[in-house]
Nanobody, 125 residues
């Protein structure tokens, strides 16, 4: 089992920045790729960004490309999501997730094995 705990969410004005963090604990052995997803009220959960175990490959949704950066620190078992130029459309609960597809990562929610409880991001216009 892997436990994931997100932090860093909050209320921010449009155009502002937030840095989300995800701390992994438990059976944190090497090989996991990590991803961030989000879910706005009344909408389905959608992919935001992902990073392979090595950190050499990253993926971004078109809606956040150029504004968001995913990174990881394997020594500290943490993953970060730096979000800049935030828009009201970015308002959602953001979830951290881990998948055993560590080599290539994934943009598909159903391929992730472990999920955090989520952190709320609210962007005011």
């Amino acid at each position: 089992q892997v436990q994931l705990v997100e932090s860093g969410g909050g209320l921010v004005q449009a155009g502002g920045s937030l840095r989300l963090s995800c701390a992994a604990s438990g059976r944190t052995y090497s090989g996991y790729a990590m991803g961030w997803f989000r879910q706005a009220p009344g909408k389905e959960r959608e992919f935001v960004a992902a990073i392979t175990w090595s950190g050499s490959i990253t993926y971004y949704a078109d809606s956040v490309k150029g504004r968001v950066t995913i990174s990881r620190d394997n020594a500290k078992n943490t993953v970060h999501l730096q979000m800049n130029s935030l828009k009201s459309d970015d308002t959602a609960v953001y979830y951290c997730a881990a998948t055993t597809r560590g080599l290539y990562g994934s943009m598909k929610a159903y391929e992730y094995d472990y999920w955090g409880q989520g952190t709320q991001v609210t962007v005011s216009s």
